[in-house]
């Protein structure tokens, strides 16, 4: 058989692809399956500086650092290079552009793994391969001839379990040590063939594939895709010959599956044990972060300093009317006081001192209002500099953190592709897979950060239906809070019937959408990897940039937010809109007039909305009905904007003006059914 | 295929599907255990100590004989 192979020499096929990088530093390219211990490895290499974005024109993220004089990419959890999805694509890139290829494989798994690892071999580039997860193979009773493997692949091979960081030190040898593997003769030749026209042997490997996109960069046809199969198969043929050599079962027929991976599928125990993964997962993010934790932060760190402070910084300079309320232990205003300082407090020092004192130690609430415009607009109740700062900092950042902690806890323990497993078949009622029940789940947080988690989801199709549904039926965790307080008040019956009303219109618009647009679900094929324990220091890393990534891309949405209702405030437009909207709210929904200003605050925050009906003494069915449009009507302006950038603007404009339309529709029906 | 049963793949569906499953070495003739049936037909297999969840019509387009 190894006569049909042949170890060739280095040659050079480079081209440039959409990643911005320095020509002259080696770039290494780590590639491998999902959840192999990549991200571990590309931790110990890179060390503190990681450049995180998201790749020319798709949105998958891709991980940059510098190791010594090298350039060190991270690529998606990949199976094979090939185009089937985004992340396929965007590694097929890096690895195009690539000098160096660190595989990853896992040795549990190396009959799936090395079809990757003798991917990259046969696209003639320099491999290196790092075989981790020994200690499990060790627990499985799996012996791996680590030297053989690397006689029969051709390439330099290490074995580690990075996890313990064992073997990890081995890497640089290996990165020096890389270098092209056997090959097939045949497929080499007829490779060499095409390298006149295509100009690289790997992007002749992937034409030879069937990748079209490769094919038309170089102006050629695509083979066929039964050529593709051809070539897997015989691909899959040599690997299994490797691993006959390579691999020993010391113990056969054991069983692999952890009891709890095994109970976590079961239909009757995978519930029950889901009920209870959701019942912490809302007292830890729920109870402690959106309460203890954003209480404090939000109201004493955020409203209470740092916007305290900025705003008579500005009341300094500017004329202002200080008005201070006194409350109670309840929140009720006790007494207030107010105070003009017609040049600023700076001229007027004495007095803004005597203002200060007013709540002697008592609870108290500042607000300034300002004549200037302008400083209204930035600085004022819903100044877009203020309200941003606190809003982003100090009540999006903790509960952000705090969702992305339990998420990448439950990620990393390799829980989420069983729960995808388990309600799959309900998805799919309304168009989705059992993938989406991600960013569902996260929904429940904020909506402006699952939308941009619908970028998992395997079809355009899927993400339409996912993001209306998020956009549309699912509070986020600020409403949630107010939607509660306001429900205990009214009770049980209007409970009830607020749940089933937005549960069945849930259901409603996701099957209405699975039946009306075209295309199919995708069907779930989802590895299930070993349940494990996750490691602390990589779920705080994951965490943290997930959330910096999270705060990057939604902070100047929040901005742009705030900017645009204090405009409206400011021209006027927002009481035109709030007088416009009357006959709907009073006629239709048959609320007070003032549950307008409640709707439009909405606008702003999804929670100033629902807040804005607390005083309004509203029955509890008129609750429900206020609720349920509220729930349903527009969400905040930073999940319009994000889900305006993630869908397009026309597809954006659509579901907004649509859920408005519903919202109002729905809450009316629900109004004239129950009043 | 029933909770708990072996089987050998007969044949797999064609397409990208297809490509997919050679890769993480389901192919014809592989020998495949049932571990977990979900109502609606969701199905969790095993094989070559490997755990991968189908839906169901994904698992329905694939032929496997009992042994």
């Known amino acids: 058989m190894s006569e049909a192979l042949i170890q060739h020499k280095p040659h050079k096929h480079l081209r440039t692809e959409a990643i911005p990088t320095d020509p002259l530093k080696t770039k290494i390219v780590l590639v491998g399956n999902p959840n192999v211990g990549k991200s571990v490895v590309f931790n110990y290499l890179s060390g503190l500086y990681v450049d995180v974005s998201n790749f020319p024109g798709t949105t998958v993220e891709v991980s940059k650092a510098t190791y010594l004089h090298y350039e060190l990419y991270d690529t998606p959890g990949i199976y094979g290079v090939s185009s089937f999805n985004d992340e396929e694509r965007v590694a097929r890139d890096i690895i195009l552009n690539g000098d160096i290829i660190l595989n990853i494989v896992d040795a549990v798994h190396l009959e799936r793994d090395l ?19 020994l200690d499990e193979a060790k627990r499985q009773r799996v012996a791996i001839d680590l030297h053989r493997l690397e006689e029969e692949l051709g390439i330099p091979v290490v074995g580690t379990i990075a996890t313990k960081k064992k073997g990890l030190e081995g890497i640089h040898e290996l990165i020096v040590q890389a270098r092209e593997g056997k090959q097939s003769r045949s497929l080499h030749a007829e490779l060499h063939g095409m390298l006149s026209t295509v100009g690289s042997q790997s992007e002749a490997m992937l034409v030879l594939e069937g990748d079209e996109v490769v094919a038309k960069r170089h102006g050629v046809a695509a083979a066929d895709v039964s050529r593709r199969e051809e070539i897997y198969i015989d691909r899959r043929n040599r690997v299994n010959k490797v691993l006959q050599r390579v691999v020993t079962d010391i113990e056969t027929g054991k069983r692999i599956a ?7 599928v079961n239909p009757i125990l995978g519930f029950p044990i889901l009920a209870v993964i959701l019942y912490a997962l809302y007292f830890f993010v729920g109870v402690f972060v959106a309460q203890d934790v954003v209480n404090f932060t939000e109201t004493t760190i955020g409203r209470n300093f740092v916007e305290f402070h900025i705003k008579s910084w500005v009341a ?14 309840d929140g009720e205003v006790t007494e207030t006081g107010s105070f003009r300082f017609d040049e600023g407090t700076r001229n007027d020092y004495d007095r803004w001192a005597a203002v200060r004192d007013f709540p002697q130690g008592r609870d108290a609430e500042f607000t300034f209002t300002y004549d200037n415009p302008w400083l209204t607009l930035f600085f004022g109740e819903f100044g877009a500099v203020t309200m941003t700062l606190t809003y982003l900092l100090f009540l999006l950042l903790p509960l952000v953190l705090g969702f992305y902690f339990a998420l990448s806890i439950l990620e990393d323990s390799g829980y989420l592709p069983r729960l995808a497993t388990l309600v799959d078949r309900m998805l799919r009622y309304i168009g989705l897979n059992g993938r989406a029940v991600i960013p569902l789940i996260l929904g429940f947080g904020c909506v402006t950060m699952a939308t941009i988690t619908t970028r998992l989801l395997g079809s355009q199709r899927e993400k339409t239906i996912a993001t209306t549904i998020l956009q549309l039926a699912i509070p986020c965790s600020a409403q949630l809070g107010v939607i509660a307080a306001l429900l205990a008040t009214a009770g049980m019956v209007a409970t009830l019937i607020y749940t089933a009303v937005i549960f ?37 890393k994951k965490t943290l940039y997930k959330t910096w990534f999270f705060m990057k891309e939604a902070s100047p949405w929040f901005f742009v937010g705030a900017l645009t209702v204090g405009i409206l405030q400011v021209t006027g437009a927002l009481v035109w809109i709030m007088d416009a909207m009357e006959p709907l709210v009073v006629n239709w929904l048959q609320l007070p007039r003032e549950a307008a200003t409640a709707f439009v605050m909405g606008l702003v925050r999804r929670d100033f909305g629902a807040a804005g009906l607390y005083h309004l003494g509203l029955d509890p069915f008129q609750t429900v009905a206020a609720l349920v449009t509220i729930t349903l009507f527009v969400p905040c302006v930073a999940s319009l904007m994000v889900m305006l950038k993630e869908r397009g603007p026309r597809e954006g404009m659509i579901i907004w003006v649509g859920s408005l339309i519903l919202a109002l529709t729905i809450g009316g029906l629900v109004s004239q059914a129950l009043i | 295929m029933a909770k708990g049963t072996r089987g050998r793949i007969e044949r797999l569906p064609g397409g990208e599907i297809r490509s997919h499953f050679i890769r993480i070495g389901l192919v014809e003739g592989a020998i495949i255990s049932c571990m977990e049936k979900l109502p609606g037909g969701t199905i969790v297999l095993e094989f070559s100590r490997q755990e991968v969840a189908l839906s169901g019509d994904l698992a329905r387009s694939i032929e496997v004989s009992q042994i």
Do not use: C, Y
Request: proline letters at 5%.
């Open chain 1, 258 to 264: 952890s009891v709890f991976g095994r109970w976590s």
């Open chain 1, 115 to 133: 079809f990757l690892t003798q991917q990259l071999i046969d696209m003639g580039k320099r491999v290196g391969l790092i075989v981790n997860m």
């Open chain 1, 504 to 540: 069945s219109f849930l259901v409603l618009v996701g099957s209405v959408m699975n039946r009306s647009l075209p295309g199919e679900t995708s069907p779930l094929l989802i590895d299930l990897p070993r349940m494990r324990l996750p490691q602390l220091d990589n779920v705080v």
């Open chain 1, 316 to 329: 300094q300079h500017a004329a202002t009317l200080v008005t201070v309320d006194i409350l109670d232990a």
